[in-house]
């Protein structure tokens, strides 16, 4: 399974991106997916994750209320719409797709993941 992520860039601290994923149709439309980032340094994190059918979305509490996650069934895109940007939302993104329908903030969870898109946030 090949995902692709896009969209990432170096922007400035209140600034929005969206990022894209796009996988195939059939790991796509019976599987969640979520976004990780990994720091600089640090170990990956979990961002966002969204259910089958577009429904049980769970976001990261740091990026509660300024990230959104959706899915496009019919494009088999997964987005991340980032806005309020900050310094420390800066890192490599990364999509994944979940063993289960319902997805969850482990990533022992998701077992295909796409190459990352470099996201950088200036102060």
């Known amino acids: 399974v090949q995902l692709q992520a896009s969209g990432g860039g170096l922007v400035q601290a209140g600034d929005s991106l969206r990022l894209s994923c796009t996988t195939s149709?059939?790991?796509?439309?019976?599987?969640?997916m979520g976004w990780f980032r990994q720091a600089p340094g640090k170990e990956r994190e979990f961002v966002a994750t969204?259910?089958?059918?577009?429904?049980?979305?769970l976001l990261a509490d740091s990026v509660k209320g300024r990230f959104s996650i959706s899915r496009d069934r019919a494009k088999n895109i997964l987005y991340l719409q980032m806005n309020s940007l900050k310094p420390d939302d800066t890192a490599v993104y990364y999509c994944?797709?979940?063993?289960?329908?319902?997805?969850?903030?482990?990533?022992?969870?998701?077992?295909?993941w796409g190459q990352g898109t470099l996201v950088t946030v200036s102060s």
């Open positions: 994944a797709a979940s063993i289960r329908a319902i997805g969850d903030a482990s990533p022992q969870s998701y077992r295909s």
């Open positions: 149709g059939r790991i796509f439309s019976n599987n969640a």
């Open positions: 969204i259910g089958w059918n577009g429904g049980n979305t």
